[in-house]
T-cell receptor, first 116, second 115 residues
Framework: DAGVTQSPTHLIKTRGQQVTLRCSPK?????VSWYQQALGQGPQFIFQ???????QRGNFPDRFSGHQFPNYSSELNVNALLLGDSALYLC???????????????FGPGTRLTVT | AQKITQTQPGMFVQEKEAVTLDCTYD???????LFWYKQPSSGEMIFLIY??????QNATEGRYSLNFQKARKSANLVISASQLGDSAMYFC????????????FGKGNQVVVIP
């Protein structure tokens, strides 16, 4: 049973560039959430996708956008990168909110983004 | 305002002893859920235990138990019989409302288990 997978593992970008991070949910899950974890902090919710639409969004600027595909996998895009975007980006998958067992969220290993 | 507060400094615990990690939360929603995750140095967040606000019993999962004190809005994690592999960051998190699995995390507690 494949868990949540993310790619790439590490990424180095220059300020002003754009980046795309990818996530495949755990088998049987159809909801994907993205979190940003700065060094020494807890993860911060970016947004959540299910049924290929953004359903909830945290306090992040429009430079952060996403997409969910019919196979439930998801991408996180960040435009015009800032030094402060350097962080570990975590993807979590779960069932659609409201279903029994929907509280179970499984996280991937993360993508460590460094902006120079 | 912080929804989840974890204020303990880094902790050292002797192998085979128990350790308690403190977590207090703030919500006005009667329906909420509380989580504890473990994050080793590799970065992956590992789900440990869940407590729903309407659950009558404190949650337990193997060596992990959650001391849920609803009136005090606290949800402390107890790890019994610590093992070297328990060395990690531990995060408390909360979701609010039914049908919502967006998590708000605390800043975490660092635990180091010493032999």
């Amino acid at each position: 049973d494949a868990g949540v997978t993310q790619s790439p593992t590490h990424l180095i970008k220059t300020r002003g560039q754009q980046v795309t991070l990818r996530c495949s949910p755990k088998s049987g899950h159809d909801t994907v959430s993205w979190y940003q974890q700065a060094l020494g902090q807890g993860p911060q919710f970016i947004f959540q996708y299910y049924e290929e639409e953004e359903r909830q969004r945290g306090n992040f600027p429009d430079r952060f956008s996403g997409h969910q595909f019919p196979n439930y996998s998801s991408e996180l895009n960040v435009n015009a990168l800032l030094l402060g975007d350097s962080a570990l980006y975590l993807c979590a998958s779960s069932l659609v909110p409201g279903l029994a067992g929907d509280y179970e969220q499984y996280f991937g290993p993360g993508t460590r983004l460094t902006v120079t | 305002a912080q929804k989840i507060t974890q204020t303990q400094p880094g902790m050292f615990v002797q192998e085979k002893e128990a350790v308690t990690l403190d977590c207090t939360y703030d919500t006005s929603d009667p329906s909420y859920g509380l989580f504890w995750y473990k994050q080793p140095s590799s970065g992956e967040m590992i789900f440990l235990i869940y407590q729903g606000s309407y659950d009558q019993q404190n949650a337990t999962e193997g060596r992990y138990s959650l001391n849920f004190q609803k009136a005090r809005k606290s949800a402390n994690l107890v790890i019994s019989a610590s093992q070297l592999g328990d060395s990690a960051m531990y995060f408390c998190a909360m979701r609010e409302g039914h049908g919502n699995n967006r998590l708000a995390f605390g800043k975490g507690n660092q635990v180091v288990v010493i032999p």
